[in-house]
């Protein structure tokens, strides 16, 4: 049994100043993780601190990556009326993993990452087989 509730919209703000640059690298084509200037452990997303309490520095993520997974998405989640059913992928570039968008994609695969605008206006990450 159900009863019918009000449909809730919600938007986040999403405080940026410490990752700023990495809000801007997508601007830019670049896509960076943050590597700890003390321990050496790198992060992505990015962090604006190490977990041991480290200073960062940026680092433009440029090499090539493999897909170790992926996923057809076919029920396309509020927000995303205007996609078609699409693809999310996992790529490792070294030492991190990045998820992002992919088109005819298999495990294994080489790509290079790549940042663009979804047809929303909102930056993202995808990836393009090499
Ligand atoms: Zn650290």
Redesign the pocket.
């Known amino acids: 049994m159900f009863i019918e509730s009000r449909e809730l919209v919600m938007k986040h703000k999403i405080p940026v100043a410490k990752t700023s640059k990495y809000w801007q690298g997508l601007e830019e084509g670049k896509v960076y993780k943050t590597v700890?200037?003390?321990?050496?452990?790198a992060h992505y997303p990015p962090r604006a601190e190490?977990?041991?309490?480290?200073e960062?520095k940026w680092v433009e993520i440029d090499e090539e990556g493999v897909v170790e997974a992926f996923t057809v998405v076919y029920a396309i989640p509020r927000g995303f009326e205007w996609s078609k059913p699409y693809t999310i992928a996992i790529a490792r570039f070294g030492d991190i993993r990045v998820m992002g968008w992919a088109e005819n994609v298999k495990v294994g695969d080489k790509v290079a990452i790549k940042t663009g605008k979804d047809e929303s206006g909102v930056w993202k990450v995808y990836f393009e087989v090499v």
């Not at 700890?36 to 452990?41: D, L």
């Open positions: 700890c200037r003390n321990c050496g452990r190490c977990l041991c309490g480290g960062v």
